[in-house]
């Protein structure tokens, strides 16, 4: 090669450099920020039953809110959403003293949506009048249940 040729292809390749060197430059891409995954539901009492009996499907057997005097009144609350921990509480009230019957509390252990049982039975029977049933999940707002022993 000649000194020439090879003069003439240093200035071609510097030129073709130069030349896609000053081309429009890419703008850089906006930074897309993912949105944090959604926050899972809160756990909530979804059903509060009153009932003289369930079956072991967690059906209620005659569902009621009026009572006999001896009759085993059971109470079946269902939460959804709930994680291992989250405590069922139920109070029971007579309600012409404003006395409290029974209070339980019980700690669920599935995640999800559970039943829970609670009830209250007296041998000597129950005084006939207006009763309450207040459920409540992690010491929440009551969810209140009225019903008569007759």
Known sequence: MTRSLLFLMIIALSATVAFVGCGKKEEPKPVVQEAPPPAPP????????LAKGFDASWNAVEPTTAFKP???INALVKTANAVPGNAVAATWWYVKTNQIVKSDTIALVQPGTNNTQFFIE???GWPTGDYRLDVTLNGGAPRSTAFQVQ
């Open 42 to 49: 809160a756990p909530s009492i979804a059903d509060v039953v």
């Open 70 to 72: 001896k009759d085993r």
């Open 122 to 124: 007296r041998a000597k």
